[in-house]
């Protein structure tokens, strides 16, 4: 087991942390109506579904028990993240059964602003995740779509991913995982924030937001009018690289170009 509570071998990672760095939530208060069943990592369940805790989940999650570890109070806890009762966690209700009025297409399908794209130093343009965020709204108005947790976390080296589902208008409209790299144990909670921007990302790409920059004639064209590739040099460790900016844009501390 590594210093991350990581067993090789297993299909079930478990991360622990100090108190100070846990960000799950509490358990759900107990609730009062006994009729309602017995209580379940933490999660009041329907007498229907009592007796069948355990029942084998799908093979695309994988068991919720653990015979190898304790992952109460994980970050990667199996049952971490879903919507106990709710048909979100497995369902794709509505998907595909008509378009979305002319008003909202219009919308998600808007050509984006030249202004607002980004390029990364490797070369790969892309939008701010908070932007897709305002175009959503703009289409389904604030509460009218959201992402859903279609698993837990998972780790793969210094990676961390998850699954998550698109729903607008109580729709299913695209499922995508998110990944997003860490490089200590302090950095997990902003990783899982990370991965759920990314998944939306990849997510809006079925609605058409921002269908350019998977376009290899307007990156073309983007990055000869408005990017310049050029060599720099780190600051502090003294090795070059060749390196992407806007045009509009100067090299920030530790790069600089000599």
């Known amino acids: 087991m590594s210093a991350f509570g ?24 107990r609730a009062t109506n006994t009729s309602a069943g017995p209580e379940r990592n933490g999660a009041v369940v329907d007498k229907k579904d009592f007796g069948n805790e355990n029942k084998e989940s799908s093979p695309a999650f994988g068991s919720t028990e653990s015979k190898d570890q ?33 008003r909202v297409s219009e919308v998600l399908m ?9 390029i990364k130093p490797d070369g790969l343009l892309y939008l701010p995740e908070i932007k897709y965020r305002r175009i959503l709204n703009r289409a389904f108005g604030p509460g009218g779509w959201g992402l859903v947790p279609r698993g837990a976390h998972s780790v793969s080296g210094r990676t961390l991913s998850r699954e998550y589902a698109l729903i607008c208008l109580g729709r299913f409209i695209s499922q995508a995982r998110g990944e997003q790299d860490f490089f200590d144990e302090g ?11 990314n998944a939306l990302v990849r997510c809006c790409k079925d609605l058409g937001v921002a269908s350019e920059l998977w376009d290899p004639g307007f990156i073309t064209k983007f990055k000869a009018k408005y990017c310049v590739e050029e060599w720099v040099t780190h600051a502090v460790k003294g090795n070059k690289k060749r390196m992407w900016r806007l045009k509009d844009r100067q090299w920030d501390y530790p790069w600089a170009k000599k």
């Open 6 to 29: 990581i067993k090789a071998g297993s299909s079930r990672i478990g991360v622990r942390f100090a108190s100070s760095a846990k960000i799950v939530s509490s358990p759900a208060k």
């Open 70 to 102: 304790d992952l109460t109070g994980s970050l990667f806890n199996p049952a971490e993240g879903y919507l106990q009762g709710s048909e979100w966690s497995t369902s794709f209700a509505g998907m595909a059964t008509q378009p979305f009025e002319s």
């Open 110 to 118: 808007a050509p984006i602003q030249e202004s607002e794209i980004e």
């Open 187 to 197: 950095g997990l909670a902003t990783a899982t924030e990370g991965c759920k921007s």
